[in-house]
């Protein structure tokens, strides 16, 4: 009957990237119930990007010259499955994680998210402490999201909003998505009950005004903005040095119009450097990436969509842990194989970066890794 028909098929990507070889044999170091890398930083935070798809095309992420509107995104089967990411979400936490964050791309476009949520939510530590489940989003499926993602576990998300001037904000985000309804989105989901923080990414020259306006606009709320100093992540945005705005910068034009004082670290590894009002008004916090790295406490291991263990957010070439799950392997070789790829680690980009000494090579974009 289709004789003669053509079927449109979509492109599909299957994967091209190198993938290191996973240690079979090795020493596992560990210390405190957490694996220890070749610097002794225990791994503590899980990264999960659950899909390379986004409906923004944020200039300093997925700049639209190089993820054009027939970009080819992974398809589905390349993806991990929810029951794949749930098993490498076990094992980690049996082994030290007592942090998960969903990202992407954009994590809301994920279907049936809030049913991974639902599962990751009920993991405990060995301690028997629920792990610290949070979300980075773009806002702009939460208002139609958070209360589900409320109800299946989900206690804290980050929105990402970059300013609150349309023009500046539509610029940023090159799909003409207002700040306004990034805003309706927080307030929204602070009324469900989440905690909110907001991540701003500073670039000079666009949205330095943007600092104090957008601090004015939580201060009192709640909502913790944090201010992130732009990064040379993948290789699409064109980056450069002079376009970062120092976070020391950002401090002092808040400290400019309001007191402020250092407040101490909660969590060792934390990224921010946190500041509060001292009239009371809440917190911000500065993320300083390029200008006082912390790679020394950097306890982080991201997990791409299609299952790939990163080591760092500036790396180019993960393990392929997918090609294990889906060949069958035990618990306990998943388990060994994971373990002796964080203790082999000894990943410093931000460090060498300052030192003049960062590895040219090309890095894999931040859709993909997820920030
Ligand atoms: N789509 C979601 C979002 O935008 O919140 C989650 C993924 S996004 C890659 C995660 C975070 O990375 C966002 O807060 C975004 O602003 C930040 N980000 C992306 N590219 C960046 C860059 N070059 N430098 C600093 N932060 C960046
Ligand atoms: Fe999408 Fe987030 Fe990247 Fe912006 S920063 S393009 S919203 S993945
Ligand atoms: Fe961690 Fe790499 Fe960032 Fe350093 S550069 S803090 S090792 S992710």
Request: net charge positive; aromatic share 8%; hydrophobic share 40%.
């Amino acid at each position: 009957m289709n004789e003669g028909r053509v079927v449109p098929v979509r492109p599909v990507r299957v994967i091209t990237r190198p993938a290191l070889p996973i240690p079979q044999a090795g020493e596992i170091r560990r210390e405190g119930g957490a694996w220890r890398d070749r610097l002794g930083r225990p791994l503590t935070d899980l990264r999960i990007s659950v899909t390379d798809h986004c409906n923004f095309r944020c200039r300093y992420c997925m700049p639209k010259e190089k993820f054009a509107k027939n970009h080819q995104f992974l398809a589905m089967t390349e993806l991990l499955t929810f029951e794949e990411i749930l098993r490498v979400s076990r094992i980690a936490v049996r082994n030290g994680i007592e942090k998960i964050r969903l990202t992407g791309g954009e994590p809301l476009l994920r279907k049936g998210i809030e049913g991974l949520v639902a599962d990751l939510a009920q993991l405990k530590t060995p301690a028997g402490k629920p792990i610290d489940l949070a979300m980075t989003t773009n806002g702009s499926l939460l208002v139609r999201k958070a209360e589900a993602l409320k109800a299946a576990g989900l206690k804290r998300v980050t929105v990402s909003l970059d300013a609150i001037d349309e023009e500046i904000f539509q610029g940023f985000n090159d799909v003409g998505y207002p700040a306004a309804k990034v805003l309706e989105a927080i307030d929204f989901a602070q009324k469900t009950g989440l905690k909110v923080k907001v991540n701003t990414v500073v670039k000079k020259g666009v949205n330095e005004g943007e600092i104090v306006r957008i601090a004015e606009r939580f201060r009192g709320t709640g909502v913790i903005p944090r201010f992130i100093e732009y990064m040379d992540v993948g290789n699409a945005n064109g980056w450069r040095m002079d376009e970062v705005v120092p976070s020391r910068e950002v401090v002092s034009r808040i400290a400019e119009r309001w007191p402020v004082e250092p407040m101490a670290h909660t969590t060792p590894g934390e990224t921010a450097s946190r500041w509060r009002y001292t009239d009371g008004s809440g917190e911000f916090g500065v993320i300083s990436s390029v200008t006082q790295n912390f790679c020394r406490t950097c306890s982080r291991v991201r997990l791409s969509m299609e299952g790939r263990l990163y080591l760092c957010l500036f790396a180019s070439i993960g393990y392929d842990i997918r090609t294990m799950l889906r060949g069958g392997c035990t618990e306990k070789e998943l388990e060994d194989a994971f373990g002796r790829i964080w203790t082999n680690r000894e990943d410093r980009y931000s460090e060498l970066r300052a030192l003049g000494a960062a590895p040219e090579r090309d890095k894999v974009e931040m859709n993909y890794i997820g920030g």
